[in-house]
């Protein structure tokens, strides 16, 4: 009988600690996606900018180089009174100065590394995550002005999840996320969409012999639209609106595990200006999002995404930016104990970028 009881609490210890860490630890590669993603925004984000920052308008006119001039453009006067027209020499002086060409193709280059933390109940995970980026832009596609940008991404995640446990050791799962992502942006004057793909493969295991190890993989799909508005003293204004529908499989995409559609909006707001020589470029964005399908056992999830990021040009190829952001879910799930459990995530983020053409 004491045997017995002994078992059974063990049991219960277990059930209790895996329901406990649900919001979190059992979901952290959920986490660890969605910071891969705030990071892939963020790249294409910088491109974006970038681009329309070294773009260069089309002329309002064209100059005319031919015959095509008037008569009164076309006379010489010296000539009408028969003496020389001694600034002749000079006459190339009269045509304005030309603009230097938009270059038609830009590089690009991106590290960036994010520090995170998501708490949900008594459960904590830790993320740490690293991603390398490679872009190319056409300018010039329909337009003089318009650009085509592809970039690529290679990442890495790794998450431990901790929660205290009412009698034995803390439990702790270990995870591992290899991701790679293609994006396709498209921007035209102030209006610009892009989308992405991202696919990731998750390794975790942990420390109680009731949770075996598992491995998973995953693909989501991100479409944005936004439109940016530029206002006085270097002040632009930017919404966004994006729906992204993730699937999760088993290991090596092997059987459907389940599917979930997220829409989301929200908008930027940004400046620039010089200091001690340099030009800075502070943003702050929010967005909203919310669940509207899913068959992975969330009834319902809706929260907010905001961020303050400081960007930093150091040369004309060279820059740097450091953010700050944070995400709040609500959730109901399946399990009734913990339904209406909260996910709060913070964390700082920083990159390098260095462009050329």
Do not use: C
């Not at 193709?105 to 830790?126: E, F, I, N, P």
């Not at 994006?242 to 707001?269: C, P, Q």
Request: hydrophobic letters at 45%; proline letters at 4%.
């Amino acid at each position: 009988m004491r045997l017995f009881k002994l078992l059974a609490g063990v049991l219960s210890a277990g059930v209790f600690t895996v329901a406990m860490l649900q919001p979190a630890a059992a979901q952290s590669s959920d986490v660890e996606r969605e910071i891969i993603s705030g990071v892939i925004q963020n790249i294409v984000q910088n491109v974006r900018d970038e681009v329309q920052r070294r773009r260069v308008a089309p002329p309002a006119g064209m100059l005319r180089f031919s015959g095509e001039t008037s008569d009164f453009d076309g006379r010489d006067l010296f000539a009408e009174r028969r003496i020389s027209n001694p600034f002749g020499a000079l006459g190339y002086a009269k045509a304005p100065a030309l603009a230097a060409a938009a270059p038609t193709w830009m590089y690009g280059t991106s590290l960036v590394g994010s520090a995170d933390r998501a708490s949900a109940l008594a459960a904590k995970v830790d993320v740490h995550t690293v991603v390398g980026a490679f872009d190319v832009t056409k300018i010039g596609i329909f337009t003089a002005s318009d650009a085509l940008t592809f970039i690529g991404t290679g990442g890495h995640s790794w998450s431990r999840a901790t929660a205290a446990v009412p009698f034995g050791p803390a439990f702790v799962m270990d995870s591992s996320m290899p991701s790679a992502s293609a994006t396709v942006s498209y921007l035209n004057g102030g209006f610009s969409a892009d989308a992405s793909v991202l696919t990731s493969w998750s390794r975790t295991s942990s420390n109680m012999l009731l949770v075996p190890a598992t491995s998973s993989s995953s693909v989501a799909y991100t479409v944005n639209t936004q439109y940016r508005f530029d206002f006085p003293y270097a002040v632009w204004f930017e919404p966004t609106i994006g729906v992204t529908y993730s699937e999760g499989y088993t290991a090596n995409f092997g059987v459907k595990t389940g599917d979930s559609t997220e829409l989301h909006g929200g908008a930027r707001i940004g400046t620039e200006m010089m200091w001690m020589g340099y030009k800075i470029q502070p943003t702050v964005s929010a967005v909203a999002f919310r669940i509207v399908d899913s068959s992975s056992g969330t009834a319902d999830m809706y929260g907010i995404r905001g961020s303050a990021k400081m960007n930093v040009l150091w040369t004309q190829n060279f820059s740097s930016y450091l953010e700050v952001h944070g995400t709040a879910t609500s959730q109901q799930v399946v399990f009734p104990a913990l339904a209406g459990a909260n996910v709060q995530t913070v964390g700082v983020q920083a990159g390098l970028r260095y462009t050329w053409n």
